[in-house]
């Protein structure tokens, strides 16, 4: 089984929208896909949950930030996190938290739409890619 570490923008598109991030998380749920996260990652999730225009959507849906965030927590598991040696996103060092993560867990694969993180193509041998590219790769 792939063990994943999604970035926030991967949860937030699956949980709200269709498409691969969807397909991603419906892959987590049944099982056949481990996801990795960490406090620093659910730390953010909730803030980015918290942004007016995504709290109108669930609102909309009828979805709370507690029940994404127990969603999250409920599939994934929450690993302790060794910090990275040194800034390796340095135009968006937050996006580290993912990177440190995905070390911690031995994750397979990253998975984001985040420009800075997709342009490493990898971090420590771990690849980083696009919903829709995991997914072709790892289909079936």
């Not at 225009?53 to 930030?65: F, H, N, P, S």
Request: with cysteine; aromatic share 4%; hydrophobic share 45%.
């Amino acid at each position: 089984m792939k063990r994943i570490v999604c970035d926030t923008n991967i949860l937030v598109s699956g949980l709200l929208w269709k498409g691969a991030p969807r397909r991603i998380l419906t892959g987590i749920e049944q099982g056949n896909l481990s996801l990795f996260t960490s406090r620093e990652l659910l730390e953010e999730l909730d803030r980015v949950l918290s942004y007016r225009r995504l709290a109108t959507i669930l609102e909309k849906g009828g979805v709370t930030r507690q029940a994404v965030l127990r969603w999250v927590v409920r599939h994934a598991t929450i690993v302790m996190v060794k910090p990275l040696d040194h800034v390796v996103v340095t135009d968006d060092p937050s996006d580290d938290n993912i990177l440190a993560c995905a070390v911690s867990a031995s994750a397979d694969a990253i998975v984001s739409g985040d420009k800075h993180l997709l342009s490493l193509g990898k971090h420590a041998g771990i690849p980083i890619m696009k919903a829709a590219g995991f997914m072709e790769k790892n289909a079936g």
